[in-house]
C-alpha cells in the first residue's frame, strides 16, 4: 500500500535514514533525496543519514553528500524513526543497532528478497528502483511534491539511472519514464551525470575489469561466461571494492552470454559474488541459496569456501535454469 512519508513521520523530532553496506547509486540516491526533502518539509525535526564512505562520483553529485555520517556516531540514543531504504535490516551494518533502539520503523524497497523489517513496509519488487519508490511516498497523491526542489529531484534521478542501467534494463517501466521525465524538468544536467556515475571508470576500473575478462571462461555452452580475481590481482591493480563495481555488468553484455558471475576475494579471505542476467535466469534465487539476495536480474552474495567450489554450485544452479527454459520452449 503506498504511503505518505510526511504522514508516517508526524510529530517525529529526530529521524534517522540510512541504507545497505557498500552503498551504491540507488541507496545513496534515495537516503539523500529524502533527506534533503525532509530538510526542507520538516525544518525543525533534526535528520541525520548514516552510510558507509561513497565513490567519488556520487560524493560529487549527489546534493548534501557532506552531510552523511560516514562514522555512524550520534548522541541521540534512540530516534524517533527510522527510514531503512533499499534494504532489510540484516543489510544495515553499522546502523542495525541505531534502527533497532528507534521508536517507528519504516522500510522502503524494491528487493525481491526483502520480506519487510518495519514498523510499515513499503516493498515493491516491480518497481526499478528505490528512488523510484521515495519519489512515490513524496508525491502519493500524483499532483507534484510541494517541497521538491533541484537537490531532492537530482539524487532520486542519480539512484534511478545506475538501478535502471540508464534506462535500459527490464526493471524500467512506463512508471519509471514518467517519473525520470519528471525529475529532468528541475534542470540539473543529467548527460553530465550519466557520464560522470554511470559510465566513466578510473584506470583502476579499467585494468582490472580487462584483466577478469581476459582470464574468463564460458560454461553451459557460452551462456554463462564468469571470473574471479583473488585478493593480490585486486591489489596486484591497486583497485578498491568501488572499483570492481560493474565489471559483472560489463561482462553480461558480451554476444550469447545469458548470465555472468563475477567473485571477488575480501580482504577478510570471503569471496563475494556479483550475478547478472539478460532475459531468463533468475538471478536472485541463485543467490538467495549461498545466503545472498537482490533481483532477477541482478543479485549478489558473501560467502566462505573455495571459489571453484563457490563456482561450481553457481554455474549447477544456472545450468538447472537454463535447462528448464530450453524445456519450457
Do not use: W
Not at 167 to 185: H, K, P
Not at 270 to 287: E, P, T
Amino acid at each position: 500500500m503506498l504511503m505518505n512519508i510526511l504522514n508516517e513521520l508526524k510529530g517525529c523530532r529526530t529521524i534517522a535514514v540510512s541504507g545497505h553496506e557498500r552503498p551504491d547509486g540507488d541507496c545513496v540516491g534515495s537516503c539523500m533525496g529524502l533527506a534533503q526533502f525532509l530538510y526542507r518539509a520538516m525544518p525543525d525535526a533534526r535528520i541525520d543519514v548514516f552510510l558507509e564512505s561513497i565513490s567519488d562520483a556520487l560524493e560529487e553529485h549527489i546534493a548534501g553528500a557532506e552531510k552523511i555520517n560516514h562514522s555512524y556516531q550520534t548522541d541521540i540514543e534512540a530516534y524517533d524513526a527510522f527510514v531503512c531504504l533499499d534494504c532489510e535490516k540484516t543489510r544495515l551494518g553499522a546502523s542495525e543497532p541505531i534502527f533497532d533502539r528507534a521508536r517507528r520503523t519504516i522500510n522502503i524497497d524494491h528487493h525481491v528478497s526483502n520480506p519487510g523489517c518495519g514498523d510499515v513496509n513499503y516493498v515493491v519488487p516491480e518497481a526499478s528502483s528505490s528512488c523510484e519508490l521515495v519519489f512515490n511516498v513524496l508525491d502519493p497523491e500524483g499532483t507534484g511534491a510541494p517541497f521538491m526542489n533541484e537537490e531532492t529531484a537530482r539524487n532520486l534521478y542519480i539512484g534511478m539511472v545506475t538501478d535502471t542501467g540508464v534506462f535500459r534494463y527490464s526493471n524500467t517501466g512506463r512508471r519509471t519514464m514518467e517519473i525520470a521525465g519528471y525529475l529532468m524538468t528541475f534542470g540539473f544536467d543529467y548527460p553530465t551525470l550519466v557520464r560522470d556515475i554511470f559510465y566513466e571508470k578510473t584506470i583502476a576500473q579499467q585494468r582490472i575489469t580487462a584483466r577478469v575478462l581476459l582470464d574468463s571462461a564460458l560454461y553451459c555452452e557460452g551462456a554463462v561466461l564468469a571470473g574471479i580475481a583473488d585478493k593480490e590481482t585486486v591489489a596486484q591493480y591497486g583497485a578498491s571494492d568501488s572499483d570492481l563495481d560493474g565489471i559483472s555488468s560489463q561482462m553480461v553484455l558480451t554476444r550469447g552470454v545469458e548470465c555472468s558471475v563475477f567473485l571477488h576475494e575480501l580482504p577478510d579471505g570471503r569471496y563475494k559474488g556479483s550475478l547478472r542476467s539478460n532475459n531468463y535466469v533468475d538471478v536472485a534465487r541463485v543467490c538467495e541459496s549461498l545466503g545472498g539476495g537482490g533481483h532477477v536480474r541482478a543479485a549478489g552474495f558473501t560467502a566462505d569456501g573455495d571459489p571453484q567450489v563457490l563456482l561450481q554450485n553457481i554455474i549447477e544452479a544456472v545450468s538447472a535454469q537454463l535447462a528448464a527454459e530450453k524445456n519450457r520452449k
